[in-house]
Protein backbone atom coordinates (compact mmCIF):
# COMPACT_ATOMS: atom_id res chain seq x y z
CA UNK A 1 0.00 0.00 0.00
CA UNK A 2 1.33 3.17 -1.11
CA UNK A 3 1.98 6.44 1.79
CA UNK A 4 -0.42 9.14 1.12
CA UNK A 5 1.86 12.13 1.26
CA UNK A 6 0.78 15.66 2.29
CA UNK A 7 1.94 19.07 1.59
CA UNK A 8 4.99 19.95 3.78
CA UNK A 9 4.52 22.91 6.07
CA UNK A 10 6.91 25.01 4.21
CA UNK A 11 5.16 24.39 1.29
CA UNK A 12 1.90 25.48 2.56
CA UNK A 13 3.50 28.31 3.75
CA UNK A 14 5.03 29.78 0.90
CA UNK A 15 1.64 29.01 -0.95
CA UNK A 16 0.16 31.00 1.77
CA UNK A 17 2.87 33.87 1.01
CA UNK A 18 2.53 33.88 -2.69
CA UNK A 19 -1.06 34.40 -2.67
CA UNK A 20 -0.93 36.88 0.19
CA UNK A 21 1.67 38.82 -2.07
CA UNK A 22 -0.65 38.74 -5.01
CA UNK A 23 -3.27 39.90 -3.46
CA UNK A 24 -1.44 42.85 -1.76
CA UNK A 25 -0.02 43.74 -5.33
CA UNK A 26 -3.50 44.11 -6.77
CA UNK A 27 -4.92 46.19 -3.86
CA UNK A 28 -1.57 48.35 -4.29
CA UNK A 29 -2.31 48.31 -7.91
CA UNK A 30 -5.64 49.93 -7.28
CA UNK A 31 -3.97 52.54 -4.57
CA UNK A 32 -5.83 51.15 -1.29
CA UNK A 33 -4.36 50.56 1.95
CA UNK A 34 -6.25 47.65 3.19
CA UNK A 35 -4.54 44.27 4.73
CA UNK A 36 -4.45 41.75 2.37
CA UNK A 37 -7.49 39.39 4.08
CA UNK A 38 -9.72 42.46 3.59
CA UNK A 39 -11.17 41.15 0.15
CA UNK A 40 -10.08 37.76 1.38
CA UNK A 41 -12.76 37.90 3.84
CA UNK A 42 -15.50 40.05 1.20
CA UNK A 43 -14.78 37.25 -0.95
CA UNK A 44 -15.48 34.41 1.36
CA UNK A 45 -18.67 35.99 3.21
CA UNK A 46 -20.43 36.32 -0.97
CA UNK A 47 -19.20 32.28 -1.56
CA UNK A 48 -20.98 32.07 2.46
CA UNK A 49 -24.44 33.84 1.74
CA UNK A 50 -24.56 31.96 -1.58
CA UNK A 51 -23.57 28.77 -0.33
CA UNK A 52 -26.43 28.75 2.24
CA UNK A 53 -29.07 30.45 0.12
CA UNK A 54 -28.53 27.56 -2.14
CA UNK A 55 -29.01 25.12 0.21
CA UNK A 56 -32.63 26.45 1.27
CA UNK A 57 -33.45 25.58 -2.32
CA UNK A 58 -32.16 22.70 -2.48
CA UNK A 59 -30.02 23.34 -4.99
CA UNK A 60 -26.77 22.71 -4.26
CA UNK A 61 -26.87 18.43 -5.16
CA UNK A 62 -28.34 17.73 -7.64
CA UNK A 63 -26.96 21.51 -9.32
CA UNK A 64 -29.63 23.61 -10.23
CA UNK A 65 -29.62 26.76 -12.58
CA UNK A 66 -29.09 29.07 -9.44
CA UNK A 67 -25.86 27.61 -8.86
CA UNK A 68 -24.56 29.63 -11.45
CA UNK A 69 -24.37 32.29 -8.84
CA UNK A 70 -21.55 30.42 -7.72
CA UNK A 71 -19.26 30.92 -10.31
CA UNK A 72 -20.91 34.89 -10.67
CA UNK A 73 -19.16 35.39 -7.14
CA UNK A 74 -16.22 33.37 -7.05
CA UNK A 75 -14.70 34.50 -10.91
CA UNK A 76 -13.30 37.62 -9.41
CA UNK A 77 -10.79 35.60 -7.13
CA UNK A 78 -10.38 32.80 -9.88
CA UNK A 79 -9.13 35.61 -12.52
CA UNK A 80 -6.87 36.69 -9.93
CA UNK A 81 -5.20 34.23 -8.66
CA UNK A 82 -5.37 32.11 -11.81
CA UNK A 83 -4.47 34.62 -14.53
CA UNK A 84 -2.96 37.14 -12.41
CA UNK A 85 -5.38 39.55 -13.53
CA UNK A 86 -7.87 41.68 -11.95
CA UNK A 87 -11.30 42.42 -13.54
CA UNK A 88 -12.43 45.65 -12.98
CA UNK A 89 -14.39 46.96 -10.16
CA UNK A 90 -17.54 47.65 -12.13
CA UNK A 91 -17.13 44.07 -13.57
CA UNK A 92 -16.88 42.45 -9.70
CA UNK A 93 -20.04 44.74 -8.68
CA UNK A 94 -22.43 43.73 -11.47
CA UNK A 95 -21.41 40.02 -11.20
CA UNK A 96 -22.73 40.01 -7.27
CA UNK A 97 -25.79 42.05 -8.05
CA UNK A 98 -26.36 39.53 -10.85
CA UNK A 99 -26.35 36.81 -8.43
CA UNK A 100 -28.44 37.80 -6.06
CA UNK A 101 -30.94 38.60 -8.74
CA UNK A 102 -30.71 34.75 -10.04
CA UNK A 103 -31.50 33.34 -6.45
CA UNK A 104 -34.11 35.90 -5.53
CA UNK A 105 -35.92 35.27 -8.93
CA UNK A 106 -35.86 31.20 -7.97
CA UNK A 107 -37.69 31.87 -4.31
CA UNK A 108 -37.30 29.05 -1.42
CA UNK A 109 -39.95 26.91 -0.80
CA UNK A 110 -43.08 27.39 1.41
CA UNK A 111 -42.26 27.49 5.41
CA UNK A 112 -38.38 27.59 4.91
CA UNK A 113 -36.26 29.53 7.17
CA UNK A 114 -35.45 33.34 6.69
CA UNK A 115 -33.44 33.36 3.09
CA UNK A 116 -29.94 34.73 3.18
CA UNK A 117 -29.40 36.29 -0.66
CA UNK A 118 -30.42 39.57 0.31
CA UNK A 119 -27.62 40.00 2.49
CA UNK A 120 -25.18 39.25 -0.36
CA UNK A 121 -26.90 42.55 -1.17
CA UNK A 122 -25.25 44.08 1.63
CA UNK A 123 -22.23 42.47 1.13
CA UNK A 124 -21.50 43.82 -1.99
CA UNK A 125 -22.61 47.53 -0.51
CA UNK A 126 -20.07 47.19 1.79
CA UNK A 127 -17.28 46.16 -0.41
CA UNK A 128 -17.97 49.10 -3.23
CA UNK A 129 -18.32 52.04 -0.32
CA UNK A 130 -15.18 50.66 1.51
CA UNK A 131 -13.72 50.13 -2.25
CA UNK A 132 -14.90 52.77 -4.34
CA UNK A 133 -16.81 55.63 -1.95
CA UNK A 134 -19.58 56.80 -0.95
CA UNK A 135 -21.16 58.07 -4.76
CA UNK A 136 -21.29 54.63 -6.00
CA UNK A 137 -21.67 52.67 -3.12
CA UNK A 138 -24.92 54.93 -3.08
CA UNK A 139 -25.93 53.86 -6.49
CA UNK A 140 -25.52 50.12 -5.66
CA UNK A 141 -26.95 50.71 -2.10
CA UNK A 142 -30.35 52.13 -4.53
CA UNK A 143 -29.74 49.41 -6.98
CA UNK A 144 -29.96 46.31 -3.94
CA UNK A 145 -33.04 48.02 -2.35
CA UNK A 146 -34.74 48.22 -5.81
CA UNK A 147 -33.99 44.68 -6.25
CA UNK A 148 -35.47 43.26 -3.06
CA UNK A 149 -38.49 45.41 -3.58
CA UNK A 150 -38.64 43.85 -6.87
CA UNK A 151 -38.50 40.09 -5.63
CA UNK A 152 -40.67 40.69 -3.01
CA UNK A 153 -43.28 42.26 -5.63
CA UNK A 154 -42.44 39.68 -7.73
CA UNK A 155 -41.58 36.43 -6.93
CA UNK A 156 -42.06 36.82 -3.69
CA UNK A 157 -39.70 37.45 -0.16
CA UNK A 158 -40.17 36.74 3.25
CA UNK A 159 -38.73 39.13 5.80
CA UNK A 160 -38.27 42.45 3.56
CA UNK A 161 -38.43 44.95 5.94
CA UNK A 162 -35.18 42.85 7.88
CA UNK A 163 -33.76 42.45 4.20
CA UNK A 164 -34.45 46.24 3.65
CA UNK A 165 -32.82 47.25 7.15
CA UNK A 166 -29.75 44.86 5.58
CA UNK A 167 -28.65 47.29 2.97
CA UNK A 168 -28.42 50.59 5.16
CA UNK A 169 -26.70 48.42 7.46
CA UNK A 170 -23.93 47.16 5.05
CA UNK A 171 -23.30 50.79 3.24
CA UNK A 172 -22.55 51.91 7.25
CA UNK A 173 -19.73 48.72 7.47
CA UNK A 174 -18.36 49.74 4.28
CA UNK A 175 -18.44 53.76 5.54
CA UNK A 176 -16.53 52.66 8.62
CA UNK A 177 -14.21 50.81 6.82
CA UNK A 178 -13.48 53.49 3.67
CA UNK A 179 -12.96 56.09 7.45
CA UNK A 180 -10.59 53.82 8.70
CA UNK A 181 -8.65 53.67 5.51
CA UNK A 182 -8.25 57.34 4.64
CA UNK A 183 -7.53 57.73 8.42
CA UNK A 184 -4.23 55.44 7.87
CA UNK A 185 -3.74 56.67 4.55
CA UNK A 186 -3.66 60.31 6.75
CA UNK A 187 -1.93 59.07 9.38
CA UNK A 188 1.20 57.22 6.91
CA UNK A 189 1.13 61.19 5.08
CA UNK A 190 1.84 62.77 8.59
CA UNK A 191 4.52 60.08 9.12
CA UNK A 192 6.19 60.54 5.95
CA UNK A 193 6.09 64.25 6.01
CA UNK A 194 7.53 64.30 9.91
CA UNK A 195 10.39 61.95 8.66
CA UNK A 196 11.38 64.59 5.89
CA UNK A 197 11.26 67.58 8.55
CA UNK A 198 13.38 65.49 10.90
CA UNK A 199 15.46 64.77 7.94
CA UNK A 200 15.55 68.37 6.61
CA UNK A 201 16.54 69.01 10.41
CA UNK A 202 18.99 66.82 10.57
CA UNK A 203 21.36 68.16 7.39
CA UNK A 204 21.15 71.97 8.74
CA UNK A 205 22.10 70.99 12.22
CA UNK A 206 25.18 69.11 9.99
CA UNK A 207 25.60 72.11 7.98
CA UNK A 208 25.93 73.94 11.26
CA UNK A 209 28.36 71.85 13.00
CA UNK A 210 30.49 72.25 8.94
CA UNK A 211 30.45 76.02 9.24
CA UNK A 212 31.13 76.29 13.07
CA UNK A 213 33.87 73.85 13.26
CA UNK A 214 35.55 73.02 10.13
CA UNK A 215 35.28 77.07 8.30
CA UNK A 216 36.45 77.72 11.47
CA UNK A 217 39.92 75.63 12.04
CA UNK A 218 40.65 76.29 8.28
CA UNK A 219 40.08 79.80 8.43
CA UNK A 220 42.92 79.63 11.12
CA UNK A 221 44.91 77.53 8.93
CA UNK A 222 45.08 80.11 5.68
CA UNK A 223 45.83 82.38 8.13
CA UNK A 224 48.69 80.52 9.41
CA UNK A 225 49.63 79.80 5.84
CA UNK A 226 49.20 83.44 4.96
CA UNK A 227 51.25 84.35 7.51
CA UNK A 228 53.98 81.48 6.79
CA UNK A 229 54.22 82.97 3.45
CA UNK A 230 55.16 86.38 4.55
CA UNK A 231 57.70 85.14 6.92
CA UNK A 232 59.45 83.53 4.14
CA UNK A 233 59.37 86.79 2.48
CA UNK A 234 61.31 88.56 5.00
CA UNK A 235 64.24 85.69 4.64
CA UNK A 236 67.01 85.43 2.43
CA UNK A 237 68.87 82.30 0.79
CA UNK A 238 71.89 81.73 2.56
CA UNK A 239 73.45 81.15 -1.07
CA UNK A 240 71.90 84.25 -2.71
CA UNK A 241 69.28 81.78 -4.80
CA UNK A 242 65.94 82.37 -4.40
CA UNK A 243 64.73 79.17 -5.80
CA UNK A 244 63.95 77.17 -2.66
CA UNK A 245 62.18 80.05 -0.68
CA UNK A 246 60.38 80.29 -4.19
CA UNK A 247 59.29 76.63 -4.39
CA UNK A 248 57.83 76.98 -0.64
CA UNK A 249 56.23 80.11 -1.09
CA UNK A 250 54.52 78.78 -4.59
CA UNK A 251 53.72 75.28 -2.80
CA UNK A 252 52.14 77.52 -0.14
CA UNK A 253 50.26 79.76 -2.30
CA UNK A 254 48.95 76.57 -3.60
CA UNK A 255 47.39 75.26 -0.02
CA UNK A 256 46.23 78.84 -0.14
CA UNK A 257 43.92 78.70 -2.82
CA UNK A 258 42.65 75.45 -2.20
CA UNK A 259 41.81 76.03 1.07
CA UNK A 260 40.23 79.24 0.25
CA UNK A 261 38.60 77.04 -2.80
CA UNK A 262 36.93 75.00 0.24
CA UNK A 263 35.80 77.71 2.17
CA UNK A 264 33.98 78.86 -0.53
CA UNK A 265 32.44 75.32 -1.37
CA UNK A 266 31.65 75.25 2.71
CA UNK A 267 30.16 79.13 2.49
CA UNK A 268 28.18 78.02 -0.30
CA UNK A 269 26.63 74.86 1.47
CA UNK A 270 25.74 76.51 4.07
CA UNK A 271 24.97 80.05 2.62
CA UNK A 272 20.83 79.19 2.99
CA UNK A 273 20.97 78.82 6.99
CA UNK A 274 20.00 82.14 8.63
CA UNK A 275 21.87 82.57 11.97
CA UNK A 276 18.14 82.05 14.01
CA UNK A 277 16.09 79.42 13.62
CA UNK A 278 16.65 77.71 9.60
CA UNK A 279 14.76 78.34 7.44
CA UNK A 280 12.78 75.08 5.34
CA UNK A 281 13.43 74.97 2.29
CA UNK A 282 11.36 72.53 -0.37
CA UNK A 283 13.44 69.82 -1.79
CA UNK A 284 13.99 69.57 -5.55
CA UNK A 285 11.38 67.33 -7.46
CA UNK A 286 10.20 66.71 -11.39
CA UNK A 287 9.77 69.97 -12.28
CA UNK A 288 12.90 71.55 -11.04
CA UNK A 289 14.86 69.19 -13.94
CA UNK A 290 13.89 71.86 -16.57
CA UNK A 291 15.86 74.26 -14.03
CA UNK A 292 18.68 71.98 -13.17
CA UNK A 293 19.44 71.34 -16.93
CA UNK A 294 19.66 75.07 -17.68
CA UNK A 295 22.15 75.29 -14.61
CA UNK A 296 24.44 72.86 -15.99
CA UNK A 297 23.79 75.23 -19.29
CA UNK A 298 24.91 77.89 -17.98
CA UNK A 299 28.32 76.43 -16.43
CA UNK A 300 28.81 75.16 -19.93
CA UNK A 301 27.61 71.78 -20.71
CA UNK A 302 25.37 71.56 -24.46
CA UNK A 303 22.15 69.53 -23.92
CA UNK A 304 19.17 69.02 -26.12
CA UNK A 305 16.37 68.75 -23.48
CA UNK A 306 12.79 67.93 -24.15
CA UNK A 307 9.81 67.38 -21.63
CA UNK A 308 6.46 65.97 -21.87
CA UNK A 309 3.33 65.31 -19.48
CA UNK A 310 2.63 66.85 -16.61
CA UNK A 311 5.86 66.85 -14.21
CA UNK A 312 4.05 68.74 -11.45
CA UNK A 313 1.71 66.11 -10.91
CA UNK A 314 4.66 63.75 -8.79
CA UNK A 315 4.43 63.44 -5.73
CA UNK A 316 7.55 64.78 -3.88
CA UNK A 317 9.42 61.23 -3.07
CA UNK A 318 9.19 60.66 -6.47
CA UNK A 319 9.92 63.48 -8.33
CA UNK A 320 12.78 64.30 -5.47
CA UNK A 321 14.37 60.77 -6.73
CA UNK A 322 14.13 61.55 -10.57
CA UNK A 323 15.74 65.12 -9.83
CA UNK A 324 19.01 63.35 -8.01
CA UNK A 325 19.32 60.41 -11.44
CA UNK A 326 18.71 63.17 -13.27
CA UNK A 327 21.71 65.54 -11.54
CA UNK A 328 23.82 62.51 -11.30
CA UNK A 329 23.61 61.40 -14.41
CA UNK A 330 24.75 65.28 -15.76
CA UNK A 331 27.07 65.53 -13.40
CA UNK A 332 28.89 62.36 -14.52
CA UNK A 333 28.67 63.70 -18.26
CA UNK A 334 30.28 67.38 -16.81
CA UNK A 335 32.94 65.58 -15.24
CA UNK A 336 33.66 62.41 -18.25
CA UNK A 337 32.82 64.31 -21.00
CA UNK A 338 32.33 68.12 -21.24
CA UNK A 339 32.76 68.98 -24.76
CA UNK A 340 29.99 66.22 -25.57
CA UNK A 341 26.12 67.17 -26.08
CA UNK A 342 24.12 65.65 -23.79
CA UNK A 343 20.53 64.21 -24.69
CA UNK A 344 17.67 64.52 -21.76
CA UNK A 345 14.63 63.02 -22.34
CA UNK A 346 11.49 63.50 -19.68
CA UNK A 347 7.98 62.48 -20.24
CA UNK A 348 5.15 61.97 -17.14
CA UNK A 349 2.18 60.00 -18.16
CA UNK A 350 -0.60 58.23 -15.88
CA UNK A 351 1.30 55.24 -15.87
CA UNK A 352 4.96 55.90 -16.18
CA UNK A 353 7.48 58.38 -15.54
CA UNK A 354 10.82 57.65 -17.68
CA UNK A 355 13.93 59.66 -17.72
CA UNK A 356 16.85 59.37 -20.53
CA UNK A 357 20.24 60.74 -20.51
CA UNK A 358 23.13 60.07 -23.16
CA UNK A 359 25.66 61.31 -24.66
CA UNK A 360 28.50 60.65 -26.90
CA UNK A 361 31.07 58.63 -25.32
CA UNK A 362 35.08 60.19 -25.64
CA UNK A 363 37.61 57.65 -27.03
CA UNK A 364 39.87 57.99 -24.22
CA UNK A 365 37.03 56.93 -21.17
CA UNK A 366 36.34 53.21 -20.74
CA UNK A 367 32.85 52.59 -19.49
CA UNK A 368 32.49 50.16 -16.61
CA UNK A 369 29.40 50.58 -15.24
CA UNK A 370 30.98 51.17 -11.65
CA UNK A 371 31.46 53.71 -8.98
CA UNK A 372 30.02 55.81 -6.01
CA UNK A 373 27.29 57.69 -8.64
CA UNK A 374 26.20 54.87 -10.04
CA UNK A 375 25.97 52.72 -7.10
CA UNK A 376 23.75 56.01 -5.59
CA UNK A 377 21.96 56.11 -8.66
CA UNK A 378 20.80 52.31 -8.65
CA UNK A 379 20.04 52.79 -5.00
CA UNK A 380 17.61 56.09 -6.08
CA UNK A 381 16.13 53.58 -8.58
CA UNK A 382 15.24 50.47 -6.11
CA UNK A 383 13.66 52.99 -3.67
CA UNK A 384 11.44 53.87 -6.45
CA UNK A 385 10.65 50.67 -7.64
CA UNK A 386 12.03 51.59 -11.01
CA UNK A 387 13.59 50.01 -13.83
CA UNK A 388 17.51 51.54 -14.69
CA UNK A 389 19.50 50.77 -17.14
CA UNK A 390 22.82 52.47 -17.38
CA UNK A 391 25.23 50.92 -19.94
CA UNK A 392 27.31 51.76 -23.14
CA UNK A 393 25.13 51.66 -26.12
CA UNK A 394 26.63 52.18 -29.92
CA UNK A 395 29.08 54.40 -28.42
CA UNK A 396 27.07 56.37 -26.22
CA UNK A 397 26.24 56.27 -22.44
CA UNK A 398 22.88 55.51 -21.84
CA UNK A 399 21.00 56.35 -18.87
CA UNK A 400 17.40 54.91 -18.97
CA UNK A 401 14.78 55.55 -15.90
CA UNK A 402 11.08 53.89 -15.91
CA UNK A 403 9.18 54.49 -12.67
CA UNK A 404 6.07 52.99 -12.80
CA UNK A 405 3.26 55.47 -11.37
CA UNK A 406 0.01 54.71 -9.67
CA UNK A 407 -2.27 57.90 -8.79
CA UNK A 408 -3.35 58.87 -4.86
CA UNK A 409 -5.23 61.82 -3.69
CA UNK A 410 -4.57 63.21 -7.24
CA UNK A 411 -1.03 62.91 -7.24
CA UNK A 412 0.98 59.93 -9.42
CA UNK A 413 3.45 58.39 -7.23
CA UNK A 414 5.92 55.28 -7.54
CA UNK A 415 5.05 51.62 -6.23
CA UNK A 416 8.58 51.97 -4.24
CA UNK A 417 8.96 47.90 -4.38
CA UNK A 418 11.95 46.67 -5.08
CA UNK A 419 13.80 47.35 -8.45
CA UNK A 420 14.95 45.45 -11.96
CA UNK A 421 18.01 46.26 -13.32
CA UNK A 422 19.08 45.70 -16.87
CA UNK A 423 21.72 45.87 -19.38
CA UNK A 424 21.64 47.42 -23.20
CA UNK A 425 18.68 49.12 -23.72
CA UNK A 426 17.35 50.50 -27.33
CA UNK A 427 17.53 54.27 -27.71
Known amino acids: MRPVLSPSPDAAAADVGWLRARIEAHIEEHGLAYPWWIPVVAILGQVGAVG ?19 LLVLMPGVWMVGFNRHLSHTFETLAGLAAAVLLLWNPVG ?4 LDVAPALLALVTAEVVARDGVRNGLVVGVISLAIITGADLGPGLEGTPVHLVDIPLGFVVGYMMLWQMRALAAERAAREGEHVRATLAERERIAREIHDLVAHSLSVTLLQITGARHALRDLEEPTGEPSVLAEVDDALADAERVGRQAMADIRQTVSTLAEGPAEVRALPTGTDIAGLVAQME ?5 IDYSEAGEPKRLAQATGLGLYRI ?24 SRQARLVVRNALPADVTA ?3 GSG ?11 GATLAVAPVDGYWLVDLTVPLRERNGLLSCPLRTAHRHGKLAW
Do not use: C, Y
Open 52 to 70: IALSLRDALWPLQPEAAAF
Open 326 to 349: AQESLANIAKHAPGSTAQVRFEVT
Open 298 to 302: RAGLA
Open 110 to 113: PGAA
Open 374 to 384: LAGMSARAEQL
Open 368 to 370: DGT
